[in-house]
Structure formats: C-alpha cells, structure tokens
C-alpha cells in the first residue's frame, strides 16, 4: 500500500516537471535555497552546541578550582584560629585548675577559658558554637551567641549539650 502511494507522488512530481519550465525553475530554485540554508543552520547548530559545551565544561572547571581554593583558605584559617587557642599555656594551666580546692580560682579558671572561647567564637564568624571536653576530668565547656557554660562530670552521650545547643 505504501508502494502505491510513493509510486503516485513520483508520478505526479514527475508530470509536474514535464508541463513547464516554469515549474522546474521554480523547484530548482526552492531546492537552491534550501539545501545550502539546511547545510548553514545544521553548521552552526553544531559549532554553537559544541562552543556551548566547552564554555559550561570551563564555567565549572573554574567554579571548582575556586571552590578548591576556598575550602583550603576556610580548613587553614580554621586550623590556624584552633592551633593558637589550644597552644595558648594559660588555657592548659586554667583546664587543670577547673578542679582545684580553692573555690575562687576555680571560678577565674572557668571565666578565663569560657572568655578564650569567646573571643575565638567572635572572631570567626563561621563558628556557630565551641565545644571543650576535657576527657580525663570529664568537663565540657561550650559557648554560642546566647548560651556560655561549663559542665562537669559531662559523659560524651549526655544530653546536656543537646538541649543548650537547641535553644
């Protein structure tokens, strides 16, 4: 059946030429413009597509190199802000008097460590909170923008901390 019908187009199209000149110009002319507009468009299609893709392949080669670069610059700057608060020797001396007898410098030790963490937490605006768990004598001190305290005989799974971070 689809025999029949291409034979009938190739019949008419074929006695559509023989009637005239005219109408052989006039295809002759259609397929002159259409063939090289098809050729042009197709090329440019794929010149566009593929400088297309090469743009959006370098767009986030360097979005990634720069985010790279400034997960490396946060990670050293983290680094750096928490090596010189645990190297600091007053910090050390005041963790271990947290304990002592005298009542008063244990107060000054716990102010001095939790006013540490302060300024650590305010000069770093990507902190959230600070946390210090001293494992042997099982204190935790933590500090956020609303809440500084100490905690003693603190276990790693208490839920102290979990309710004074959710506040």
Not at 2 to 11: A, P, S
Not at 61 to 79: A, F, H, L, V
Not at 103 to 130: E, W
């Amino acid at each position: 059946m689809i025999k029949k019908y291409v034979g009938l187009i190739i019949k008419y199209f074929n006695s559509y030429f023989q009637k005239s000149i005219k109408n052989k110009l006039i295809i002759s002319i259609t397929f002159s413009l259409i063939v090289p507009l098809t050729i042009v468009t197709y090329l440019s299609y794929t010149r566009s597509s593929n400088s297309m893709e090469e743009e959006i392949i370098n767009s986030n080669t360097k979005s990634i190199i720069w985010t790279g670069k400034y997960i490396d610059k946060t990670i050293s700057q983290q680094s750096d802000a928490l090596f010189t608060f645990l190297v600091d020797q007053n910090l050390s001396s005041n963790v271990d008097k947290t304990d002592d007898n005298n009542y008063k410098i244990q107060v000054d030790s716990k102010n001095y460590i939790i006013s540490k963490m302060s300024s650590l937490l305010y000069s770093n605006n990507s902190y959230n909170g600070l946390l210090l768990f001293n494992e042997s004598k099982k204190q935790l001190f933590y500090v956020t923008d609303e809440i500084k305290n100490y905690s003693s005989d603190y276990t790693p799974h208490d839920d102290k901390i979990g309710r004074a971070s959710c506040r």
